[in-house]
């Protein structure tokens, strides 16, 4: 899902590089942090800084909205031209314009699927025009690959920051579950982003890429918590890997009940309530259980 090489810019005396560093370095954040902000892969970010990749157009575009920088100096222009006298700023959204972009794609595909979404219709959603929509994001599959990833990786900071603070592998784990477990509307929009993905990720190669990167972090850090919780004594002796895949292919296959029939059927209670018997009768050491 990468642009064609045409859209990439030239950089041979490395100045663009340099200057996207500055923006970096003057925003305060770590490349990780610069890499979601831009909507952008943080492997092709890194390559792009060390000259192994170049920019493409669109990326520079959303790096000078998000550094609040002018795009034609990122592309080595010796000063930013100055505004002309008295016009006055267009309002940019909270996060810049791009993320707005891309919030507003995942939003609508939650409601309407992938085949369902029209450029016309996130313009309108973002109170713009398709031309400025195409300008951050000039194919229809770099928007929506960019919006999976949003959404992919915010569900992945929510894993991450759990866990860290809870006080053993079991609290860990049953925060995990507790995040899988569509209840709120968040929670729902990203699991319907997920369905879709797995729909495309079956018919096409590039999705199926992107699904395979995802879902490998997430069952990886269920594993790791399960044999985490072995070590600690609050789990039994399991094999972790065979664990993790059981554990999120019963949270998948639950989920897709929960957000495919209808209510009073299987609901997030009982999605709940089945995931806790699961770490019950498999991993709650026969002493404690």
């Known amino acids: 899902m990468d642009d064609a090489p045409g859209h990439r810019v030239t950089d041979d005396a490395g100045e663009v590089t340099d200057r996207v560093r500055q923006v970096i370095v003057r925003l305060g954040c770590s490349q990780r942090e610069f890499a979601r902000r831009i909507v952008l892969d943080p492997s092709k970010l890194s390559r792009s800084l060390s000259g192994t990749r170049r920019f493409t157009l669109a990326e520079i575009v959303r790096i000078a909205d998000i550094g609040a920088v002018d795009t034609g100096w990122l592309l080595g222009a010796p000063e930013r031209p100055a505004a002309p006298p008295g016009r006055a700023s267009a309002a940019v959204p909270e996060g810049g314009r791009p993320l707005q972009i891309v919030r507003e794609t995942v939003r609508l595909i939650a409601e309407h699927g992938f085949h369902g979404v029209r450029v016309a219709d996130i313009a309108a959603a973002c109170g713009t025009s398709p031309a400025t929509v195409h300008y951050h994001f000039p194919g229809r599959d770099e928007l929506l690959e960019a919006a999976v990833r949003w959404c992919m990786d915010e569900a992945t900071e929510h894993r991450a920051a759990g866990p860290a603070a809870a006080p053993d592998a079991r609290a860990a784990l049953l925060h995990l579950i ?104 498999e991993l709650t050491p026969a002493s404690t259980a």
Do not use: C, K, N
């Open 178 to 281: 507790a995040l899988r477990t569509p209840r709120t509307a968040q929670q729902r929009r990203q699991w319907l982003v997920r369905l879709d993905l797995w729909a495309r990720a079956a018919r096409s190669t590039a999705v199926r890429r992107l699904h395979e990167h995802y879902y490998r972090q997430w069952r990886t850090t269920v594993a790791e918590v399960v044999r985490r919780g072995v070590e600690q004594g609050v789990f039994r002796t399991v094999d972790p890997e065979f664990t993790a895949l059981r554990l999120t292919a019963l949270i998948d296959g639950l989920a897709t009940q929960v957000l495919a029939t209808a209510p009073g059927s299987t609901g997030p209670d009982t999605m709940h309530a089945a995931l806790l018997a699961f770490v019950e009768s």
